[in-house]
């Protein structure tokens, strides 16, 4: 199947949607912005899913979303078939983007807690000793995850941020479900260890 080259006439429209993910992650490449769409049209459901699962806002996962296709336009010439589907290199972006969020969503409200601690504490004492603790114990389970290897923390996160079954990682992650299995339960039995035996992770 033939795919455009500088200096060629372009693929029509319905011509552009007859193509396969790496024919479009080509022409893309070259600079076509009618295959970043058609591209755009195909993945974005997912892409917004993955946001939102991880990030829990409709308003953020949207942000998060509209950024992981940016940098899919700027980068589009660093996708390496070898490492993997379109679907797969692209949810990967949206799953970096969107843990990026997390953490500065997590900076942010760090910030505003201290700025509110001294009033909270005066009209609400027990209930603000829950919601520190609750804070601490998040900032724990994100200490633990940032300690393990790449592969063990990335399914760590799509389970734990994400809610996604075993079953749905290895298909995200193009892996075996046997693999993604024992990624999870080494990273759990690292955490668990981490943690010490008189605590339990959920």
């Given at each position: 199947?033939?795919?455009h080259r500088?200096?060629?006439p372009?693929?029509?429209?319905?011509?552009?949607?007859?193509?396969?993910?790496?024919?479009?992650?080509?022409?893309?490449?070259?600079g076509?912005?009618?295959?970043?769409e058609?591209?755009y049209?195909r993945?974005?459901?997912?892409?917004?899913?993955?946001?939102?699962?991880?990030?829990?806002?409709?308003?953020t996962?949207e942000?998060?979303?509209?950024?992981?296709?940016?940098?899919?336009?700027r980068?589009?010439?660093?996708?390496?078939?070898?490492?993997?589907?379109?679907?797969?290199?692209?949810?990967?972006v949206?799953?970096?983007?969107?843990?990026?969020?997390?953490?500065?969503?997590?900076?942010?409200?760090?910030?505003?807690?201290?700025?509110?601690?001294a009033?909270?504490?005066i009209?609400?004492?027990?209930?603000?000793?829950?919601?520190a603790?609750?804070?601490?114990?998040?900032?724990?389970?994100?200490?633990?995850?940032?300690?393990?290897?790449?592969?063990?923390?990335?399914?760590?996160?799509?389970?734990?941020?994400?809610?996604?079954?075993?079953?749905?990682?290895?298909?995200?992650?193009?892996?075996?479900?046997?693999?993604?299995?024992?990624?999870?339960?080494?990273?759990l039995?690292?955490?668990?260890?981490?943690?010490?035996?008189?605590?339990?992770?959920?």
């Amino acid at each position: 199947m033939a795919t455009h080259r500088r200096g060629e006439p372009p693929v029509d429209a319905a011509g552009l949607r007859q193509l396969g993910d790496e024919e479009l992650m080509r022409l893309i490449a070259g600079g076509d912005p009618r295959a970043f769409e058609v591209v755009y049209e195909r993945h974005c459901t997912a892409a917004f899913s993955l946001a939102y699962r991880i990030c829990g806002v409709r308003a953020t996962a949207e942000e998060v979303a509209q950024e992981a296709f940016l940098a899919i336009w700027r980068s589009g010439a660093r996708y390496d078939r070898t490492r993997g589907s379109v679907r797969t290199w692209l949810l990967g972006v949206v799953h970096n983007r969107a843990i990026d969020m997390l953490r500065r969503t997590t900076v942010h409200e760090r910030h505003r807690a201290a700025d509110e601690r001294a009033a909270e504490s005066i009209e609400a004492p027990e209930r603000t000793e829950v919601e520190a603790a609750r804070r601490e114990e998040a900032r724990s389970v994100r200490g633990l995850i940032d300690e393990l290897p790449d592969e063990q923390r990335r399914v760590i996160e799509l389970a734990y941020f994400g809610g996604f079954t075993e079953e749905q990682i290895a298909r995200m992650l193009d892996a075996p479900l046997g693999t993604v299995k024992g990624r999870m339960r080494l990273a759990l039995e690292k955490m668990r260890a981490s943690i010490g035996p008189t605590e339990a992770l959920p």
